[in-house]
């Protein structure tokens, strides 16, 4: 198994441009998650998918960020327009079966590493 | 909302001794998970506790559950320099909130 894979590993962009990361979850699992890595703030859920549904966006900072999940074998987050702030490293996750009464392992793709000049 | 705190937030450690990485939720969980993410890598799934007052071990590892379900503890005996890395709880109660890690540093 591939595990989960992210594109890009890295991604340096300027000020007001869009960015889109791609994650491809790991087959067979139903629930997706974003994360947003920093010091500052550390590892924060972004948004998480559930047979593709968006479940709880809570996390997502604002309205420049959305996200999607068209089909279970793929998923984007998009910024737009990009901010120095957003700098940071950004994992998906996916995991077999992820409800409000149990979870099952949460399988971490690389990350991308976002730099926002 | 649901809060999950790590402490200590850095421990620094002689190679051989042990390390306890502290974990308390504002609510009871209905589970909680254990991570360890090495530098510059990503978070790898360790454990999960289920049940009050549960105790598992991984090797060197052991884990513990509260009987109340609102804290947790990972701790390490004898460390190696293999160890190094972030250690994060994630509480699960309608949705999983982690904590902010507690990293840790072994001096061999």
């Known amino acids: 198994d591939a595990g989960v894979i992210q594109s890009p590993r890295h991604e340096v962009t300027e000020m007001g441009q869009e960015v889109t990361l791609r994650c491809k979850p790991i087959?067979?699992?139903?629930?997706l998650f974003w994360y947003r890595q920093t010091m500052m703030r550390g590892l924060e859920l972004l948004i998480y998918?559930?047979?593709?549904?968006?479940?709880?966006d809570s996390g997502m900072p604002e309205d420049r960020f959305s996200a999607k999940m068209p089909n279970a074998s793929f998923s984007t987050l998009k910024i737009q327009p990009s901010e120095p702030r957003d700098s940071a490293v950004y994992f998906c996750?996916?995991?077999?079966?992820?409800?409000?009464?149990?979870?099952?392992?949460?399988?971490f793709g690389p990350g991308t590493r976002l730099t926002v000049l | 909302g649901q809060q999950v705190m790590q402490i200590p937030q850095y421990q620094h450690v002689q190679e051989g001794e042990d390390f306890t990485t502290y974990c308390n939720s504002s609510t009871t969980l209905s589970n909680i998970q254990w991570y360890k993410q090495r530098p510059g890598g990503h978070p790898v799934f360790l454990i999960q506790?289920?049940?009050?007052?549960e105790v598992k071990k991984q090797k060197r590892l052991t884990f513990q559950f509260g009987e109340a379900k609102k804290n947790s503890s990972l701790h390490i005996t004898a460390t190696q320099t293999t160890d190094v890395g972030t250690y994060f709880c994630?509480?699960?109660?309608?949705?999983?909130?982690f904590g902010d890690g507690t990293t840790l540093t072994v001096k061999p």
């Open positions: 998918f559930n047979n593709n549904v968006p479940i709880d």
């Open positions: 506790l289920v049940k009050s007052g």
């Open positions: 996750a996916s995991s077999l079966m992820f409800d409000r009464g149990r979870t099952d392992t949460q399988y």
């Open positions: 087959s067979g699992h139903n629930s």
């Open positions: 994630a509480g699960h109660a309608g949705k999983s909130t």
